[in-house]
């Protein structure tokens, strides 16, 4: 029993507060009214057009003696689904005396005259509960959501000095209630679907007003949202409410912004991007005239804009009074070198990104170039514009200096101009720190020659010194064979020669053949030598027979 008992309170109290009442849904009204204690008849009269002056007060009346509470919380009065206005509904506890006759309820919004209700008590009904606690209750004042409201009630006739003065908000639209039944806060419900290849929004809308079309558009979401393209219209006939919406970048304040075509009717924003922040690290220009960098932040993000230089590992060091501070617009950095290792670094919070705009070396102005002859560092600076630079040895280390400078030498180089520096006396040191001295922002550079980079260098001349003597050891061995093998050729080419003669020569004697063509045969070793035989033109050759 005890526990029912709390419910009720608390469920009493709840419909008693307007805050508490968005959470779980407004009460309904059907139409405003006037209402008053029981046995305390009261109603409702016009303002009056020309206020009547307060008077004295009697009989010890103040403010705390007369009114014990005043209460407000916000009701719905509805004419259909989407039809329904908010009502302040205003709850008054006073102590009743013969001298009061009714109360005067005052509201007054800025921008907007003070607006009065008087509620006047019946003779009788007042006589008969003087002195007594009552009650009156009123919800016939219309409020907008999220509305600060001014009341002041007074009674009537009115007493000076007896006056109760409050505010009161509004309850703005944030509940599900007044979102679907409110007309001041039916926006539609958006939802979406995102093609990144094709680069499209794919939109569709639900629960927009009835019997109303309905606007779409990408727009940039700062104190406005700006448009980023042409508004689409969705027709309240059209049985599928859905639209395709292209954009170029998928930035975090690009959101998709819908109302419905009605005057003054409340948008909503749905941004489906606003965790892209690595989007708007983009766009970075740089003026090689002027040498000025410029970057603009698309999106109200507070951001850490710094210039840095990277290192070898990776590490990009901020340069000394190279930071700003931003949250919209743009931002310059004026007299920059365009150095590859000078770099962009941008801060959110505890996340960083790096963007590098001269790495690719197209707009390089200088460069170092540093040699070494019989010991000696030769080093020259060149340049494609007038510039002066600081040079010097310096030992490197590995603390946070990095490279020690013993000594600099400042180097002025015109354009397209190449000037070498003489180091000669101090060769102890094995590094050249270069830096530019006529801008604000640049990049020291360190160029290095290793010692195992020298000692590779002798190993390399040692090794080709031995290949050459390998080398001309196998020349005179080339000489001979040449030699003997165009000699070779001379003696194939006259024997070749010569067997020709002599065959030229045979066919000669064979043109005029000797009429005696008879030759002996003659033994010899056992064997029988049979020469060719001149007889009648025979060639045949003399072969040896042997027994």
């Not at 006589?127 to 907008?144: A, F, H, W, Y």
């Not at 009630?153 to 309850?171: F, Q, R």
């Not at 000696?376 to 600081?390: D, G, K, L, P």
């Not at 190449?418 to 180091?423: E, M, R, T």
């Amino acid at each position: 029993m005890i526990l029912w008992v709390a419910l009720l309170t608390a469920h009493c109290c709840l419909g008693l507060n307007g805050a508490a009442a968005e959470g779980t849904g407004l009460d309904r009204i059907e139409k405003c009214s006037t209402r008053c204690s029981q046995g305390l008849h009261c109603k409702a009269k016009p303002d009056y057009i020309f206020h009547p002056p307060c008077q004295e007060a009697a009989g010890g009346l103040n403010t705390s003696s007369v009114f014990h509470n005043i209460s407000f919380s916000t009701v719905m009065m509805c004419e259909g689904r989407q039809k329904c206005s908010l009502q302040l509904r205003i709850k008054t506890a006073l102590q009743l005396t013969e001298s009061i006759q009714g109360v005067s309820i005052c509201t007054m919004t800025a921008g907007m005259m003070m607006s009065c209700r008087i509620l006047k008590f019946t003779r009788s009904s007042g006589k008969r509960m003087s002195g007594l606690q009552v009650e009156v209750e009123n919800d016939c004042t219309s409020v907008s959501p999220n509305q600060r409201v001014q009341v002041v009630v007074k009674t009537l006739p009115s007493y000076c000095g007896i006056t109760w003065t409050g505010t009161y908000n509004a309850p703005a639209c944030i509940s599900e209630d007044m979102r679907r039944h409110v007309p001041d806060c039916i926006t539609g419900r958006l939802s979406y679907n995102v093609n990144p290849v094709r680069k499209e929004l794919s939109v569709s809308v639900s629960e927009m007003m009835e019997d109303h079309n309905y606007n779409l558009r990408l727009c940039y979401k700062d104190f406005l949202c700006s448009g980023a393209g042409t508004n689409l219209l969705i027709k309240k006939e059209e049985p599928v409410k859905s639209v395709t919406l292209p954009y170029s970048r998928p930035v975090p304040c690009l959101c998709i912004e819908g109302w419905s075509a009605v005057m003054d009717a409340p948008r909503v924003q749905v941004c489906p991007f606003k965790d892209r922040l690595k989007e708007l690290w983009f766009g970075i220009t740089f003026d090689p005239l002027e040498e000025t960098l410029s970057w603009e932040l698309v999106c109200p993000v507070a951001t850490v804009v710094a210039l840095c230089q990277t290192r070898k590992d990776g590490v990009c060091v901020d340069l000394p009074n190279a930071s700003r501070n931003v949250s919209r617009g743009k931002i310059r950095f004026t007299e920059v070198d365009p150095h590859p290792q000078l770099c962009v670094k941008f801060t959110v919070g505890s996340q960083f990104w790096t963007r590098c705009p001269f790495a690719d070396g197209r707009l390089q102005a200088w460069d170092v170039v540093v040699t070494r002859q019989r010991d000696r560092e030769q080093v020259a600076v060149t340049s494609r514009i007038n510039a002066t630079f600081s040079v010097g040895l310096c030992v490197t280390s590995a603390g946070p200096a990095g490279c020690q400078i013993n000594k600099t030498h400042r180097v002025h180089v015109g354009e397209n101009e190449a000037v070498g520096l003489n180091l000669s006396d101090e060769l102890h040191s094995s590094c050249v720190q270069v830096r530019r001295l006529d801008v604000k922002y640049t990049a020291t550079v360190i160029h290095c020659v290793e010692q195992r980079n020298r000692t590779a260098h002798r190993r390399h001349v040692v090794a080709g010194g031995t290949s050459w003597d390998l080398i001309w050891a196998f020349v005179p061995v080339g000489v001979c064979l040449s030699g003997i093998i165009s000699v070779t050729l001379l003696l194939h080419v006259l024997l070749t020669v010569y067997l020709r003669r002599r065959k030229q020569r045979g066919n000669e004697k064979q043109k005029d053949p000797p009429h005696d063509c008879v030759v002996p045969a003659t033994h010899q070793h056992g064997g029988i030598l049979i020469p060719d035989s001149p007889l009648c033109g025979n060639t045949e050759k003399a072969n040896l027979l042997s027994e």
